[in-house]
């Protein structure tokens, strides 16, 4: 075969930047629904009226009985951790996200330790993925009961329902 | 449709760094190996299947530049991403090629080159995936801390802790099965020139050394970023039985996506319903694909398994899921050295994606492996019993896509 290299001495690197670029995306109406449902402090869900399953965040079709998800909830605040992780301090300079670093953004604090856990709110069937705030990572347990922590000022985002707390103080 | 069966498969020697080839050039070593070993030249092709992960290896429109290289100008080409199970959809687009009857015979070339990213692992080709399946998000307001922490740098790794979180705490499964499966996986690959993670008599207790990321995994638990390809030659029935002495058949194959198991992706509609460990689309794969190929009973008719594992916990998930186990069975199988490469059910005895992971090539690498079983080729990781019926399973998508592969030493009847 002659198109396979015989010498391999090192391929040439060219070194450059990489721009990534913006998009405007178009929210679907559900998405709406859910932030608005948030500015009033309020967890909003979609239940299946084939199999009564209600999902939050909403979505318009069951993945189960494929049918329409007309029904609206409104679920509770206070919910059960059904997953957890438990991270590693976060170390400026360790690792790079499009080129920046979380800590330079201010979004992580180094030596930080992050719970991102799986939440199912009372009253709905789905797990939502979201950060446990103001407990000991050493006493977290599937099971754990937690309410939300809500951002100061709601404003209809995403960013309004922050992470969740424990129930009761350990 | 009609008969097809892969006559030949070509691999590279999978490392962590090729820095002396380019993305065609390493595509091209995989082809040129597979067509040697089918004993056919580019000429007899009549169709290429291409495919990576979706944006990995920052290149536009690889199929383009490995096609020229391969030498297959003029010929129908298609390209196929369907994210870590792009190997396995490569696999059956080469299959669909022949057994639709369009070409007599056809090749499936799925690659990945993670060391053209400046950045650790594959950040910069999940920045390419995350820009469709997350940014959204933040444009809906969701804080960057958020993103950070609950869906950008997990990507597949994070989904499978939480997956490993929930199986375990259903199953009864502990952190020592999940160094089980890695050590297993260490020393198969040890067998297998190809592979990339190598540790002759790697022991348990050796992975259990290793430093712990989030529990339940450890450093020695995940899969390598690897660079390498695989290629498979598919034939249809005469030509196959012509050019091949021991033809690995297609017996049945199928593919699903379930959308409870995407990980908050594209209108953030998608979280694991739940049980991210329930993976319904590997069930349903799986009951299409053995009733295709006239399997009624899996765990005692398919003798030998390649199940995409880059975390340990998936293959005890996914053996259950595809029905080679009973639920929650399947770390009490592995226990008694059933998995193992000479035991009753082997399960990933190249090493699987646990020891090597070209992302774009670890599924089709699953239907090779299988492949090689049968044609009896696989070296000093040829399980010693007569294969006969073998299965090669592949996850990916944004964790929610399944593709099922089921091969034989016979046509179908």
Known sequence: ?170 | MRNAAIIGCGQTKHTSKRRDVSVAELAAEAVSAALDDAGITMKEVGAVISGNMQGFGGVAQPEQWIGDWIGCAGKPAIRIATGGTTGGSVAHGALYAVASGMYDISIGVAWEKHSDSKEAGATTGLAHVGIGNLFHALSYGLSLKNLIATTAVGAAAGVAVYQARFYMHRSGAGIEHLDMVAAKARRNAAKNPYAHLQWPNCQPSDIAKTDMIAYPFRFGHVCPASDGASCIVVAEEKLAKKLCKHPAWLKGLASYSDEENQLQSENYGGVGVLDPSEQMGARVSAQKAYSMAGITDPQKEIDMAEIYQPFPSQELIFSERLGLFDDATAWRHMEKGETDINGRLPISVSGGVNATNAIGSSALQRVLECALQIMGKAGEHQVPKKVKTAMAHGWGGVTNYITVTVLGDSPRG
């Open chain 1, 1 to 170: 075969m002659g198109y396979v290299k015989e010498t391999r001495p090192e391929t040439m690197m060219v070194e450059g930047d990489w721009q990534v670029g913006c998009y405007r995306y178009k929210a679907p109406r559900l998405l709406e629904e859910y932030t608005r449902a948030l500015k009033k402090k309020k967890i909003l869900g979609t239940m299946c009226m084939g199999c009564g399953k209600v999902i939050v965040p909403p979505r318009n079709i069951c993945g189960r009985c494929h049918m329409r998800m007309e029904g609206r909830m409104i679920v509770s605040e206070i919910g059960t951790i059904t997953s957890f992780v438990v991270s590693p301090p976060v170390v400026k300079g360790k690792y790079k996200l499009f080129g920046v670093d979380p800590v330079d953004t201010g979004a992580l604090k180094e030596g930080e330790v992050m719970v991102p856990v799986f939440i199912r709110f009372d009253g709905s069937d789905s797990n939502l993925a979201c950060l446990l705030f103001n407990a000991d990572p050493k006493k977290v347990f599937i099971g754990m009961r937690v309410k939300a922590v809500w951002a100061a000022e709601p404003k209809g985002a995403m960013s309004d329902l922050d992470g969740v707390e424990p129930l009761e103080k350990l």
